[in-house]
């Protein structure tokens, strides 16, 4: 039946004035996306600081150089391994560092080295933090600092936690309500709660609004990625669905953009957030696709959006679903051998395991997923420590996607999914390798490596979002994208972590991403192409792709009973 689903698009345009309405508008919504998952880069940004003292300070010692207030002393302490030595207008002398202070016993004594008596104290007043980039971080805001750092490393893996489940439960009810109430649902959700964020009263409460941030996010960004590619014909589904991503990586240049123009987390946040209000007043508009309608036996609604498209593209005589198979009762029953096609069956993950050659295809497509997503995280959030600007850095991390987008697109329509998918994820293991032997000092040479990586990284992370929508019927494309953003996201919070390894090897950060990307590259080859092959609606069909692969090298297809 999916052959006869795609002449909907020989009868209509693959890529009409209906279409581009669609398209852009879905996609306007993805730089919500990208900006939510990249904007606790500054969110928790921890600037320099020390234990703040009671008392109103009078001169500031580092070293020999003297201030007399702390916030110009910021530039002269370049070591946090050093203290600032603060006087107080009483007289006391206090030895300021970042998880402790210590008041000199000789009061007398104003010079930066001091062996004599000194009492320790915790930070038990606050904390004084460099407020020349940033007013406030959530980091500032609620001393997320010392003991209590780990609580600020937390909110990347948090969020991410939340994408993972709304990558799941939002892929699977797309399947079963359609892909527009949750379209609608997702960018409400993200307006409303990343507004809600910015006036969160505590850490708690930051962490929980943003989880749910997370799960709504994470729910339109699976979605869209099949709602487009059921409204767009063959022709053009390729650069439809890759440039995706291009909207994505626009939302994380304008999180670099709004991060260097504001100064105060809250109003980061409320500018970040302002993006979604276009989408919101327009997404009502949008319609089901006709994929999902006939899949599920809607025929007149189906029928309905079909008429429009044919309207808008100045179609004259529009096709009927009845054409679209070679019998009208087609339509209605089941084929045979294929019991999966009755509207009132209903899926879960573990039909994506149910034939064998599904199961291996589930397996690979998990792989390539966790690492397209472990290597894109770790470059990006790598980049602010890279050294020089680190909004530049930022900037240019998501500037080279839209390259790497075009070239794969370019690479899948001529070369196809697999070989495509496969160089680049070699040359990604590569790139890390590489980056191991380049000298740390060597501060523009690392930066231009790292963006070598994200492109290929890149490729891979955004052919795998189509090349998954390709590899499974109707009935459980939503549920296999959802799924496999599931997995994607589990590598999103892994990256954070993998991020902190640096501090037991510099480099174990590129080497997990290497060895991860060869291995993925490897059980690649195994994947079916489905370059120029219609979209699949059974799970005969589904597996008659991977048979015919498979044909080639003398291997048979399993029996779909």
Known sequence: ????????????????????WIYFTAAFQSISCGIHYLASVFLAVTPKFVCDVLGNVSSVLIYNSSVSRIEDAWTLWTSTQSYMLVQLENGELWELNQCSRSRRADSLDFTYEYSGNKTDFMCTDGFIYDRTKWQSTIVTEWDLVCQR????????????????????????????????????????????????????????????????????????????????????????????????????????MIVALVGYVADSWWIYQMCLSLTTVPFVLCCWMLPETPFWLLTEG?????????????????VSTPCKVSELCSLQGNLVSSTTGDNDRSPMKKHNILDLFRYWHIARRTITVWLV??????????????????????????????????????????????????????PFLISSAVTCALLMLIPQDFRVLNIIANMVGKFAIGVAFGLIYLYTAELYPTVVRSLAVGSGSMVCRVGSVVAPFCVYLSSVWIFMPQMTVGIVAFVSGLLTLMLPETLGKPLTNTWAEAIELGASSSSRTGKTSPSTE
Request: hydrophobic share 50%; glycine share 10%; proline share 1%.
């Open 1 to 20: 039946m999916a052959r006869n689903f795609e002449l909907l698009f020989d009868s209509l345009g693959h890529f009409g004035r209906y279409q581009a």
């Open 149 to 252: 750092e780990w609580l600020a490393k937390l909110t990347q893996p948090t969020f991410m936690l939340g994408v993972l489940f709304g990558a799941l439960i939002f892929g699977d009810i797309a399947d079963r309500t359609g892909r527009r109430h949750i379209m609608w649902f997702t960018s409400t959700g993200q307006f409303l709660f990343g507004v809600a964020v910015a006036f969160t009263f505590d850490y708690y409460s930051f962490v929980i609004v943003r989880f749910l941030l997370a799960m709504v996010s994470s729910g339109y960004l699976v979605v869209v990625f099949v709602y487009v590619t059921e409204y767009v014909g063959i022709k053009y589904r390729t650069w439809a669905s890759m440039h995706i991503h291009a909207f994505f990586a626009v939302g994380v």
């Open 298 to 314: 809607r025929y007149e609604e189906a029928q309905k959006v079909i008429d429009i498209m044919a309207r808008w593209n100045k």
């Open 369 to 422: 997923w966790f690492t397209g997503s472990l290597g894109y995280y770790v470059f990006s959030l790598s980049s602010v420590n890279l050294g020089g600007n680190e909004y530049l850095n930022l900037f240019l991390m998501g500037a080279v996607e839209i390259p790497a987008y075009v070239i794969a697109c370019i690479g899948m329509d001529r070369l196809g999914r697999r070989n495509t998918l496969i």
